[in-house]
């Protein structure tokens, strides 16, 4: 099936550092989602981006839809220990309808 | 307000059996989405209900089918078991076709031996 490029694969880091993870695509999507996923957990949504450039945040969290519409970027700002866990971007294409397609996952570890 | 729910938690099947997987979504919601997870992958699709029709499938043969009730619950079946399909199965649903906000259940794990 399709997915989206997700990158770095994984992120070891030290609590109380920023983090950045992307999102890309040889498509255009019209749609990003980003999702954080505990083990043995559903997704649970973080944040919906709707508009090329778009910039939204929530609380430590910050999304950004790609001008080209083929990417979209995180960005977690000090980071806790609760902030571990596997982060899916998720893209809708303009002929998708209700389809979301999911990125491979960047999985974080945040050290004490 | 309660989350989207899916029964049950874990589910063991032998090779050939079916399987039948639950969900029931949020209040007010209408659509109803099943995602393959198999273990250290990213999320594949399934199928997509409203209104109690199917609206889309992803690339899945057709012994991976459903439906969707009167109350917008969904169940999930799986004939003919093969070892491949033991995956985190997830439901999601959203509000209307419009919108594209997808809330996610915990999942059934569902184990093929």
């Known amino acids: 099936g399709q997915q989206l490029n997700q990158s770095p694969q994984s992120m070891f880091i030290q609590e109380g550092e920023d983090v950045s993870m992307n999102c890309t695509s040889s498509s255009i999507f019209n749609t990003w989602l980003w999702y954080k996923q505990d083990p043995g957990e559903g997704p649970v949504l973080l944040i919906a981006?709707?508009?090329?450039?778009e910039l939204t945040s929530n609380g430590r969290l910050t999304a950004q839809f790609g001008i080209t519409r083929k990417d979209s970027f995180l960005n977690i700002s000090a980071s806790i220990p609760s902030d571990v866990g596997i982060y899916f971007c998720?893209?809708?294409?303009?002929?998708?309808?209700?389809?979301?397609?999911f990125g491979t996952g960047t999985r974080l570890l945040v050290s004490p | 307000e309660a989350g989207v729910t899916q029964s049950p938690t874990h589910l063991i099947k032998t090779r050939g059996q079916q399987a039948t997987l639950r969900c029931s979504p949020i209040?007010?919601?209408?659509?109803v989405y099943w995602y393959q997870q198999a273990l250290g992958l990213g999320l594949q699709f399934l199928l997509w209900y409203d209104e109690g029709e199917e609206r889309n499938r992803g690339n899945f043969p057709p012994r991976f089918s459903g439906r969707q009730f009167p109350n917008y619950s969904s169940e999930l079946n799986v004939n003919a078991l093969e070892l491949e399909d033991s995956a985190l199965y997830l439901c999601?649903?959203?509000?209307?076709?419009?919108?594209?906000?997808?809330?996610f259940g915990p999942g059934t794990r569902l184990t093929v031996t």
């Open positions: 981006l709707y508009k090329a450039g």
């Open positions: 998720a893209g809708r294409t303009a002929t998708g309808f209700q389809k979301l397609v």
């Open positions: 209040s007010g919601h209408t659509s």
């Open positions: 999601a649903s959203s509000l209307a076709v419009s919108s594209y906000e997808q809330y």
